[in-house]
């Protein structure tokens, strides 16, 4: 007697192993085990996989460049990592930027802006030079490479856009100011 297929379903699966079949006696079920990506969720063709370390399949979107390892979405949150929150990037990046007026461009909360600099200071990936109302921050090497790194990580959020926004109308402010004053 032959086994009969009789169900087929498509199952996402984040294993190097694509295809299963499990039988139950004397009928089978045959799963598909389709990959997806661990980031997005989007649906991936074998050709377009890229295998984090940790064994998360991901797309091209999903997969950062971290101290010359790929790393994915998921893993560069973790504590061996780069972990940073969106508020602490958003934070970080303005002042990359040499954007003083954090609170109006990055539009976060006082306590959410004071939790930020806790943890870009406690992350070192800020370095405080100076006292009191002189004091300035400097972005660390780790700083820097979070800047890169998280940058492609939440590029294309919109609150990320709307700072970069902010930032191009105070650019443009300042030009505007030294073109008026013949600077």
């Known amino acids: 007697m032959s086994n009969k297929i009789l169900e087929e379903r498509l199952v996402p699966t984040n294993s190097p192993v694509i295809r299963k079949t499990y039988t139950s006696s004397p009928e089978t079920v045959k799963e598909l085990q389709v990959p997806y990506c661990a980031g997005c969720g989007s649906k991936l063709r074998l050709d377009q996989i890229i295998w984090c370390p940790c ?100 590029g294309k959020d919109g609150d990320f856009i709307q700072l970069l926004n902010e930032l191009d109308g105070n650019v443009r402010e300042i030009n505007e100011e030294n073109t008026e004053h013949g600077d």
């Open 55 to 154: 064994g998360r399949s991901t797309c091209g979107d999903c997969v950062f460049w971290l101290d010359g390892r790929v790393v994915c979405r998921i893993c560069i949150h973790e504590p061996n990592g780069m972990p940073l929150s969106k508020p602490a990037f958003l934070v970080l990046f303005g002042i990359h930027n040499g954007n003083l007026q954090l609170r109006d461009t990055t539009h976060l909360p006082d306590d959410v802006l004071k939790a930020a600099f806790d943890e870009l200071d406690s992350g070192r990936f800020l370095e405080a030079r100076g006292f009191s109302i002189f004091r300035q921050w400097i972005l660390t090497h780790r700083g820097i490479s979070a800047v890169s790194v998280y940058t492609q990580v939440y």
